[in-house]
């Protein structure tokens, strides 16, 4: 199975921050990378798709890069509605999914 | 607009049985494959189920294969989750997902429900 790892586990940061998260894969995954907020006691939301695509809707605060087993989520300027946890998703190796443990950005 | 509304969580004694269920709107459910991830209180994101657009095929988490039987009516736009054999790790949030591609295999999820929790004690 392809694990999937974050870094860091949290962070505390002020609004207006430069914010970046970053995911490995244990092995090679394309683009087929996912990212999704999630606030307390809320369903996680869709930020980013094939690893840099933004769902519609999402703030072009939000970016994505990279490919292969490297990847980061970026939040270039980061507003108070910010603060959540954040996971990074594969998708290549269908039909297993797996999850990064998560990142909380919190505030410093 | 995309609807996911779960229900059917509550406690059982660990060896029980509960079905959940999903009820979907907004897009066309028989045309998209559907997917159970879960939140153990106070932990990431697990990936539990997957069952495509048609039914065809299912698929399973080792943690919980053998156990949970994933399904769906399309007559009724719902989605369910049998889940037999609970165990205590079993306890979380679960919500379902609709997958982002049509009428094909599984992708990311672009909608998701509000959750329902299953907790499993005695």
């Known amino acids: 199975a392809i694990r999937m790892t974050q870094s860091p586990s949290s962070l505390s940061a002020s609004t207006g921050d430069r914010v970046t998260i970053t995911c490995r894969a244990s092995q090679g995954i394309s683009s087929y990378l996912a990212w999704y907020q999630q606030k307390p006691g809320k369903a996680p939301k869709l930020l980013i798709y094939?690893?840099?695509t933004l769902q519609s809707g999402v703030p072009s605060r939000f970016s994505g890069s990279g490919s292969g087993t490297d990847f980061t989520l970026t939040i270039s300027c980061l507003q108070s509605e910010d603060f959540a946890t954040y996971y990074c998703?594969?998708?290549?190796?269908?039909?297993?999914?797996?999850f990064g443990q998560g990142t909380k950005v919190e505030i410093k | 607009q995309v609807q996911l509304v779960e229900s059917g969580g509550g406690v059982v004694q660990p060896g029980g049985s509960l079905r959940l269920s999903c009820a979907a709107s907004g897009f066309t459910f028989s045309s998209y494959g559907m997917h159970w991830v879960r939140q153990a209180p106070g932990k990431g994101l697990e990936w539990v189920a997957f069952?495509?657009?048609?039914?065809?095929?299912?698929y399973y988490a080792d943690s919980v294969k053998g156990r949970f039987t994933i399904s769906r009516d399309n007559s009724k736009n719902t989605l369910y989750l049998q889940m037999n054999s609970l165990r205590a790790e079993d306890t979380a949030v679960y919500y379902c997902a609709k997958d982002s591609r049509r009428d094909d295999y599984g992708d990311y999820h672009d909608y998701w429900g509000q959750g329902t929790l299953v907790t499993v004690s005695s």
């Open positions: 094939a690893a840099s």
């Open positions: 069952i495509r657009y048609d039914g065809s095929n299912k």
């Open positions: 998703q594969q998708y290549y190796s269908y039909p297993q999914w797996t």
